[in-house]
């Protein structure tokens, strides 16, 4: 089976930067990707690591260690817009879907 | 492009009561997957599909069924609607299901059963 673990919820001031970290069990890893919801919206794409290393986008970076198991999703000078729901998610080999995290609600308070 | 467009946008359903979850991509994707949500949860594949006429259970199939006779078309259906059938409904699609690929989503579809 899988199994991600991300903390339920983190709360951060504006303009700062905040770490979301996603720990991962899982056979045949593949690769991780972070994904975006804001409230009654859908999940959109922000970014994927199918190595080790540091993947940017803008304000946005996202990080892999295999050899942990581990990821994060790094976010700089947070906006308000960014209070939303992130989810890791884990694409595995011999699979043809991705197995989504419980997610973590970011707060950025003024 | 619209992207991937989902109908209706909420349904009340009584039990018993059986409905079809609309899903429509005009993106040319192979791909299609349907997912529920429930509260402060991660999603969960019920059913996806690699193709027209192609269609394979995810995580948690039990109580609904898909098709697929067109490229663009993966509808949903809930025969026996029932409480734990309560949740939101998101369906997907992606290019060709590549390991790494990006996975479009549509707006959801909120359902309650009561």
């Known amino acids: 089976g899988q199994s991600l673990e991300q903390p339920s919820e983190v709360t951060a001031v504006e303009g700062a930067i905040v770490q979301i970290n996603c720990t991962y069990q899982?056979?045949?890893?593949?690769?991780l990707s972070w994904y975006q919801q804001h409230d009654g919206g859908a999940p959109t794409f922000l970014s994927y690591?199918?190595?080790?290393g540091l993947e940017e986008t803008g304000r946005f970076s996202s990080f892999l260690s295999r050899s942990d198991s581990y990821g994060y999703l790094l976010l700089q000078e947070l906006q308000m817009k960014d209070s939303a729901s992130y989810f890791c998610?884990?694409?595995?080999?011999?699979?043809?879907?991705?197995?989504f995290g419980t997610g973590t609600r970011l707060t950025v308070i003024p | 492009n619209a992207g991937v467009t989902q109908t209706p946008k909420f349904r009340i359903l009584k039990i018993g009561q059986s409905m079809t979850l609309q899903c429509t991509q005009d993106?040319?994707?192979?791909?299609m997957y349907w997912y529920r949500q429930d509260p402060g949860m991660g999603l969960k594949l019920i059913y996806y599909?690699?193709?027209?006429?192609?269609?394979d259970k995810g995580e948690v199939p039990n109580g609904y069924n898909v098709s697929r006779s067109t490229t663009e078309d993966f509808p949903l259906r809930l025969e026996l609607a029932a409480p734990s059938q309560t949740s939101v409904y998101f369906c997907?699609?992606?290019?060709?299901?590549?390991?790494?690929?990006?996975?479009?989503f549509g707006p959801g579809t909120r359902l309650l059963v009561l």
């Open positions: 899982t056979s045949g890893f593949y690769g």
């Open positions: 998610a884990v694409h595995q080999t011999g699979a043809n879907n991705l197995f």
């Open positions: 599909s690699v193709g027209a006429g192609i269609t």
């Open positions: 993106m040319n994707h192979n791909y």
């Open positions: 690591n199918g190595l080790d």
């Open positions: 997907a699609s992606s290019h060709r299901g590549a390991l790494g690929e990006t996975q479009y």
